[in-house]
């Protein structure tokens, strides 16, 4: 019955997936941008370089599934409105990889072997997709990516339609009790506030059968603790 329910729930909300398939998002006003015009390119590099984070300004009309807590309204690494446009969020998911030289992909592919023989599992922070994609690849018959950017799942759902996304938090899923065999984060918790974190592990908890697997990437301790300059020349 709260399976029949949620189900019931999430036509009215929007599948998963929907996010990025039905839904057509408005556009923030970094969408507006335009780098070939020297004061919107100024605008950029203010907010990317100078380290002036400002709240998120969330567009009239955005439809969110789970409501977004002030932690997440506070710009992104120096991100124009954060992981709130089209514009920026693409070149953010794009960049990101190319920016950790492969890391990331080998990251992503150890992660996903934890969860090889599992049946259905939650990818947690999805981002633009890549790490649920890698679930698949590995053989899970059902994956979902969660996020709380609607913009970030739009992407996903664009570069891999096949799959399954959808809008949340990962301290408030609104998810079935013991629905997943499996758990996967990553690079997700260095970018919760601690007792946000500790939610989400409860969380977690709570949405897991017994016996089922949580796997959790995050950056190395250099990144934390290096400087910039040498991580740059490494």
Request: hydrophobic share 40%; proline share 6%.
């Amino acid at each position: 019955m709260e399976r029949q329910q949620a189900t019931q729930a999430a036509e009215l909300q929007g599948t998963p997936g929907s996010v990025s398939r039905i839904i057509a998002l408005p556009d923030a006003w970094p969408d507006s941008l335009d780098f070939r015009r020297p004061w919107h390119l100024w605008v950029f590099l203010r907010k990317t370089l100078m380290r002036r984070l400002e709240k998120v300004r969330l567009p009239e009309g955005l439809s969110l599934r789970v409501p977004l807590p002030r932690y997440l309204l506070l710009e992104f690494h120096n991100l124009p409105n954060g992981n709130y446009s089209k514009k920026i969020t693409h070149g953010y998911s794009t960049g990101f990889d190319i920016a950790m030289q492969g890391e990331m992909q080998r990251g992503r592919a150890l992660l996903a072997d934890v969860f090889r023989g599992c049946q259905r599992v939650l990818d947690v922070g999805c981002g633009a997709g890549a790490s649920t994609a890698a679930l698949k690849q590995v053989g899970v018959p059902e994956v979902t990516g969660l996020d709380a950017s609607p913009y970030l799942l739009e992407h996903a759902g664009q570069r891999y339609p096949e799959l399954d996304f959808l809008q949340g938090l990962a301290e408030d899923t609104r998810l079935v009790s013991g629905d997943y065999d499996g758990i996967s984060a990553c690079f997700l918790f260095h970018e919760l506030p601690p007792r946000y974190g500790d939610a989400a592990l409860n969380e977690f908890n709570r949405l897991l059968q017994p016996g089922g697997k949580l796997a959790i990437l995050e950056p190395a301790a250099e990144q934390y603790n290096g400087k910039s300059w040498a991580l740059f020349r490494k």
